[in-house]
């Protein structure tokens, strides 16, 4: 990036734009985004403004792919450290949409060696930024399908679609142009930097048309778009940055579409070429870059069942439970499920190998942690990872107090190893990575030792950043909301009864990530009965720390825990 800005002036305006936004919030150190009074966020908007206006002029050439890649990475840095979660989302959906043109190309594949000297290195980079955002836009699955996903989506714009042979070029550009009605000034506002809502459907080239690297869903694919109305891809390219020298139909169905929310993820691919199955994975890892690798293929497994999780998730109709009993009934069939049992067989067998092989290399690595700490920082790392993981497949929800319980050691080590981390980095607020906010969330929500959950939430607060999509202040107002029901929860009932009206507790992130929703069971004090119950609040953090709750009616829609808490 920092070589690129010097030859292009669309990512140096958006590089300054980034830099001058991070310097207006050390300047101004309220939690808000900061206003024209703030010379340095003026200057951001300026610079932002004028990225936008150059990238929306920019000609459809093989050579404007680079920039309107990386263009779109610096756009959603942007947004996301102003926590404009909207104008986020649909930089990723764009940005999504010209990777799928880039695995999708054919006829034009030689032709995209122009983009960088190492086009399969250069894309690599590009998914390995995206992995995390795209991982975390999972959280705003149900107003980014309402958004981006209607059910009568807009009809393709006119040169956007058509054969393989015109596709690339202009789809890349088309989807990079966000819609900048005036010029750059001072007043100019960069809240509106991507009114294209474009379905990331529209992107595809129609099926009839020979190059095409869209193939009919076959009836699993069908049914997973079916039921969460988002595109399913039918396979994946091994390397998307080498596409194939000659267009033919069995070329074309290697490459998958890059989207959000499907089980065929592009971002859980090993860097080592050899590492390509898990029936591979051997008894003893040579090192932690051949963990690393074995771990892709782990997550990649892991989450090939989300959709599975989600869809029995929803037919629960846990919010429609008229009585405990109905309650009780509803959460213990789940593991009756012969999905989930597959699912459980499936992933514990291979997170059992994986963290075996493991074993041996991570103790060594922490016998020497004080003459190599990035190695150990690396290595914790991925052991959190494999916390998170272990936790997920245990699905505690659906499971007895003794088995959530049980968790108790995960979650400890989970704070213990994540303020490891945290204190190692300098924290300047803002990350474009995973980070940690999330592992200590699940623990601050989730344990049920009530001192691990109140460290979690210390840690949150002692930290505080914002890694992409998420914000540890907003993670631990919810926090806090949670230990208040926990409390209220404990103070009534056998530790059953206790523990099943825990289980109600759902959390939803709607209006595309500006308001959250958070449903429990509460006491109402005319009947006496404990009723399921939802608040809303939106993303603005008070200066307690806390967030601004109101009831509201039960709505549908879906919490992104599924089974974790």
Same mark, same amino acid.
């Given at each position: 990036?920092?070589? *690129?800005?010097?030859?292009e002036p669309?990512?140096?305006?958006g590089?300054?734009?980034?830099g ?6 050390e ?16 200057? &951001?908007?300026?610079?932002?403004? =004028? ?5 929306s002029?920019?000609k459809p050439?093989r050579e404007?792919?680079?920039?309107a890649?990386?263009s779109?990475l ?10 404009n979660?909207?104008?986020v ?7 999504f /949409?010209?990777?799928?043109e880039l695995?999708?190309c ?6 995209l060696v122009?983009? &960088? ?5 250069? *894309?690599?980079?590009i998914?390995?930024?995206?992995k995390?955002?795209?991982?975390q836009?999972?959280?705003f699955?149900g ?5 981006f996903?209607?059910?009568?989506p807009a009809?393709? *714009?006119?040169g956007?679609?058509g054969?393989?042979?015109?596709a ?28 294209i809502s474009m379905?990331?459907?529209? /992107? ?7 190059s095409?690297p869209?193939q ?8 997973v778009?079916a ?6 891809p ?6 998307p940055?080498?596409?194939p020298?000659?267009?033919?139909p ?8 890059i ?7 592009p971002?859980?691919?090993p860097?080592?070429s050899?590492?390509?199955?898990l029936?591979n994975?051997?008894?003893t890892?040579?090192d932690?870059d ?5 771990? /892709? ?5 892991m989450?090939?069942?989300?959709p ?5 998730t ?8 008229t009585?405990?009993? =109905?309650l ?10 012969p999905?989930?049992g597959k699912?459980?067989a499936e ?12 074993e041996p290399v991570?103790q ?5 942690s004080v ?5 150990y920082?690396?290595a914790?790392n991925l ?11 245990t699905v505690p ?6 088995t ?9 080590e989970?704070?213990?190893l994540? =303020? ?7 924290n300047?607020g803002? &990350?474009m ?6 592992p200590?969330?699940?623990s601050?929500f989730?344990c049920r ?7 979690a939430i210390?840690i949150?607060g002692?930290?505080?950043?914002r ?7 907003v993670?631990r107002a ?5 230990q =208040? *029901?926990e409390?209220q ?14 289980r109600?507790?759902e ?21 006496g009965?404990w009723e ?13 720390g806390?967030?601004?709750?109101h ?5 549908e829609?879906v ?7």
């Amino acid at each position: 990036m920092p070589q *690129v800005t010097m030859e292009e002036p669309t990512l140096r305006y958006g590089a300054m734009a980034v830099g001058a936004l991070r310097k207006a919030y050390e300047f101004d150190s309220s939690l808000t985004t900061p206003t024209n009074g703030n010379k340095h966020y003026l200057n &951001a908007v300026i610079y932002y403004c =004028e990225a936008l206006r150059l990238q929306s002029k920019a000609k459809p050439t093989r050579e404007g792919l680079r920039t309107a890649l990386l263009s779109s990475l610096l756009f959603i840095c942007f947004e996301a450290q102003r926590g404009n979660m909207p104008a986020v989302l649909k930089h990723v959906t764009h940005g999504f /949409s010209m990777l799928n043109e880039l695995a999708g190309c054919t006829d034009l594949a030689p032709g995209l060696v122009s983009i &960088a000297q190492a086009p399969p290195s250069l *894309v690599q980079e590009i998914l390995d930024c995206y992995k995390p955002l795209e991982l975390q836009s999972r959280s705003f699955m149900g107003s980014y399908k309402k958004a981006f996903f209607p059910s009568n989506p807009a009809k393709p *714009v006119s040169g956007v679609l058509g054969p393989a042979t015109q596709a690339a070029p202009k789809t890349i550009t088309a989807l990079s142009r966000p819609n900048v009605s005036g010029g750059p000034g001072p007043q100019a506002s960069p809240a509106a930097s991507s009114d294209i809502s474009m379905p990331l459907e529209s /992107s595809r080239s129609p099926s009839s048309q020979p190059s095409t690297p869209w193939q009919s869903p076959s009836p699993a694919a069908a049914a997973v778009s079916a039921h969460t109305g988002l595109p399913s891809p039918q396979s994946q390219s091994s390397n998307p940055g080498t596409p194939p020298q000659q267009p033919s139909p069995q070329a074309a169905r290697r490459f998958a579409g890059i989207a959000p929310f499907t089980k065929h993820s592009p971002y859980f691919r090993p860097r080592q070429s050899h590492i390509n199955s898990l029936d591979n994975l051997p008894r003893t890892f040579k090192d932690l870059d051949e963990a690393q690798g074995y771990w /892709s293929l782990v997550q990649k497994a892991m989450v090939s069942h989300l959709p599975m999780l989600t869809m029995i998730t929803a037919q629960l109709g846990l919010t429609r439970a008229t009585s405990e009993t =109905e309650l009780d009934m509803k959460l213990s069939s789940v593991k009756q499920n012969p999905q989930i049992g597959k699912f459980i067989a499936e992933t514990r067998y291979w997170l059992s190998r994986w963290v075996e092989a493991l074993e041996p290399v991570y103790q060594a690595i922490c016998r020497n942690s004080v003459n190599d700490r990035q190695t150990y920082l690396n290595a914790i790392n991925l052991r959190i990872e494999y916390l998170i993981l272990y936790i997920y497949t245990t699905v505690p929800r659906y499971s007895g107090l003794v088995t959530a319980r049980g968790l108790t050691p995960q979650y400890r080590e989970i704070n213990f190893l994540a =303020e490891t981390l945290l204190r190692s980095r300098p924290n300047c607020g803002f &990350a474009m990575d995973s980070g940690w906010t999330w592992p200590l969330f699940v623990s601050s929500f989730c344990c049920r030792d009530k001192n691990v959950r109140e460290d979690a939430i210390r840690i949150l607060g002692q930290y505080p950043i914002r890694n992409a999509l998420r914000d540890s202040r907003v993670f631990r107002a919810i926090a806090i909301r949670n230990q =208040e *029901v926990e409390e209220q929860v404990a103070v009534e009932g056998t530790e059953h009864e206790q523990w099943l009206r825990l289980r109600r507790r759902e959390l939803v992130f709607e209006d595309l990530g500006t308001s959250i929703i958070y449903r429990s069971a509460q006491k109402t004090h005319d009947t006496g009965s404990w009723e399921l119950v939802e608040e809303v609040a939106d993303f603005t953090v008070m200066g307690d720390g806390r967030l601004n709750w109101h009831r509201q009616p039960i709505s549908e829609s879906v919490s992104i825990l599924s089974g974790v808490c």
